[in-house]
Structure formats: C-alpha cells, structure tokens
C-alpha cells in the first residue's frame, strides 16, 4: 500500500506526520482510512530513522470527528459495514498507536470529538490550537468505545470527569482539556506547527532505546486495558444490531433529536 486515499503521509528530519485526509467529513473515518492509518503506523514504527510520529487532520475545522456516521445503523449488519469486530478496526488502531516504539504526538485543531477524542486520548502526548474542541458524542448517537475509549480516558482525567465526559457528551475548550490533563499544551493556531516541530526536535534529540523502553513501561501498568477493550468491541457489535443503537444513526442523517426510549 504505498499510496493513500484517505491519509496523506511524509517523513521529516525524523518525523513521520500521519495526516488524517477526508476534510469535507471533518475527517471522519471510514474503515478505508483506518486500514490506511494501520498500514501507515506500522511503517513508520518499522522505520529506524523516524523517531517521533505524529497525527493530526487535514484542513482547520476538525482533527478527528470519530467515525463516518453515514454508514452507522443501516442494514442488519455490523456497526460501520466494514471489516473488524464493529466493522471498522479502530481497536487495532487503538493498539498499534500504543505499541509503535515512538512517540505518538496528536496535532489537534479544530474539533477532536468522538473516535477523535480517543485517538487524541491515546496518543502519548497531544498539542493543540486555542481552536481545539475536544469531547465525546457516542450516546447521542448509539455509541460507546469501551475500553481505552472510557477506561483510558479515566487514567487520564480522572473518574469523575471521564464520567462527565461520556454521560453528559459535552464539549471542552482547548483551555479546559489543558485544566483537565487531556492535553499538554496549548498554543495560537499560527504556532501549532512550529510547536509540533520544537517538540519533535526535542525528542529526537534524546536516546530512542530508552524512549522506548519509557513507552513500554508507562503502556505495561495500564495494558489490562486492551483486554476489557476486546470484551467491549464483541459487546459493541451486538449493541449496533439493536433499533435502539440504529435510531442514533438514523436520527443523526436526518438531523433530529433521537428517540432512544422508544425500543
């Protein structure tokens, strides 16, 4: 797979930058991209030379709206209509962004909400633009991520702000996700990249064995956390073969309130 549809990606002075490349979705994936991002992830992670990686979106308006909901409740089968247990294979995703040796920087502007607020999450580090809007959408749509999507999350902000995040589906600020913990830094949007950039140099300047090792220990005291992610996909994938699950998608295309109640 050497060329990309959905992504576009690039290495430089040892930065390999993974650009999420459907704008006019608010780059919103499909199972396509996530196959792309996987295959992408596993090169750069291969690559000796690429000692940092980051992820971002194309365009301004979005880093990561989650998935594609145009393909979420139709027909009788899984969630998304593609491959993996919910028909897209975002925890494969999910796993690989943490097994990766490097670094994994999120660049964030615009909206991180959703799948994008859990990519955002479980990279090891995230940077945004004072326009970054972070937060999470999945009930209001028939939706959940188990695992690192809720459980990670909770390592991150805490208990009861994880809580809040999921129950309430509300949005956050760059400023708040920085009070909050779920983001590192926060700069004007005119000096995101050359922030990124400063941070990539940094790291590339430090030994990327112990990096590593680093990465390997911080992932070792939370790993249990893939295993209840597994459990929560086969869940997932019954939960999108419910009306219930449906109507959020439903109720999304038409743009109307869902009536989750009613089944």
């Known amino acids: 797979m050497g060329d990309y549809r959905d992504i576009l990606y690039e290495v430089e002075a040892g930065a390999a930058t993974i650009t999420i490349n459907r704008p006019e979705v608010m780059n919103a994936f499909r199972t396509q991209t996530v196959d792309e991002m996987i295959h992408a992830f596993t090169r750069a992670g291969a690559d000796r030379n690429v000692g940092v990686i980051v992820l971002t979106g194309a365009g301004s308006r979005a880093f990561c709206t989650g998935g ?40 964030v502007r615009g ?33 959940v991520d188990p695992g690192f999507g809720t459980a990670y999350l909770a390592r991150i902000v805490g208990e009861k702000k994880a809580r809040e995040i999921w129950y309430m589906c509300r949005r956050y600020k760059a400023q708040d996700a920085l009070a909050m913990g779920l983001v590192n830094a926060v700069v004007p949007d ?21 990096i590593a090792i680093a990465k390997r220990s911080f992932n070792a005291d939370s790993e249990n956390i893939r295993g209840i992610g597994a459990l929560g996909m086969q869940a997932l994938s019954l939960y999108y073969r419910t009306e219930e699950s449906k109507e959020g998608g439903r109720a999304f295309r038409e743009k109307r309130k869902p009536d989750f109640r009613q089944w």
């Open 68 to 107: 594609d909901q145009s393909a979420h409740g139709e027909g009788d089968g899984d969630g998304y209509g593609g491959r993996g247990v919910i028909g897209v294979p975002v925890e494969d995703l999910q796993s690989l962004i943490r097994d990766v040796p490097q670094p994994v920087i999120a660049k």
């Open 111 to 143: 909206y991180a909400i959703g799948g994008g607020n859990v990519l955002a999450t479980l990279c090891d580090m995230t940077i945004a633009s004072e326009n970054a809007v972070f937060g999470q959408v999945g009930p209001k749509v028939g939706s």
């Open 190 to 210: 005119d000096q995101l990249d050359a922030e990124v950039r400063r941070w990539c140099d940094e790291i590339m300047g430090h030994s990327p064995t112990a």
